[in-house]
Structure formats: C-alpha cells, structure tokens
Nanobody, 119 residues
C-alpha cells in the first residue's frame, strides 16, 4: 500500500509563496503520474496540477496557470507544488494523489496539508 505524506502547508500572505511537498513510501510512484488537488471549506475537491513520471508532462488548472509549478524528484520519491502569488481564495487543504496507470483513477491520496492565504 503506497502512502503519501504531504508537508509544507501553513500561513502565507496574499501574493506570497509556499512550497508543498509530497513524499511517497515506495519508489513505485516514480512510474506514475502524480497530482495535487485542493478542497476549500464548503467546496468540492478540485484538481490543481499533475505531472508525468518523467516530469515532462504537466497540467494545471486554469486558475493557477502561470503562478504554480509542479515538479518531482524521483530520487527522493517526492513531488512538489510551488505556489506563487497566492490568493486568499486558495485557502484550502491540499492533497497529493497518485495515478498508477494511464487513464486510471487517482488511487492513492495523502492526508492533506492546510494552506491558509491571508488577505
């Protein structure tokens, strides 16, 4: 069972930056697409960004394009989400997820890390 552990959440002022990390318990994830999602209070969970196994294929929600970047270090079994020019409406619990095969569902999830963007 793959375990994902997020870290790096916290309080950041609007316009500021924060880097989230997601470390997996197994190297298996190095062959998988990894993603970040977020869920704000009272809202459904939404996709933020994803990255392919080699790091070449990335996708972003329109709302974060140009401000967030996603990267991975397969030697460390870790995926990162760099949040820049953060907005108060991006206050949410951020989750890391793993997709174990092309077209498959996001099968593994972390416990989430809270991000609060103050205005």
């Amino acid at each position: 069972q793959v375990q994902l552990v997020e870290s790096g959440g916290g309080l950041v002022q609007a316009g500021g930056s924060l880097r989230l990390s997601c470390t997996a318990s197994e190297r298996t994830i190095n062959n998988w697409r990894m993603g970040w999602f977020r869920q704000a209070p009272g809202k459904e969970r939404e996709f933020v960004a994803s990255i392919g196994w080699s790091g070449d294929s990335t996708y972003f929600a329109d709302s974060v394009k140009g401000r967030f970047t996603i990267s991975r270090d397969n030697a460390k079994n870790t995926v990162y989400l760099q949040m820049n020019r953060s907005k108060p409406e991006e206050t949410a619990v951020y989750y890391c997820a793993a997709q174990p095969g092309l077209g498959l569902r996001w099968a593994y999830w972390g416990q989430g890390t809270q991000v609060i963007v103050s205005s």
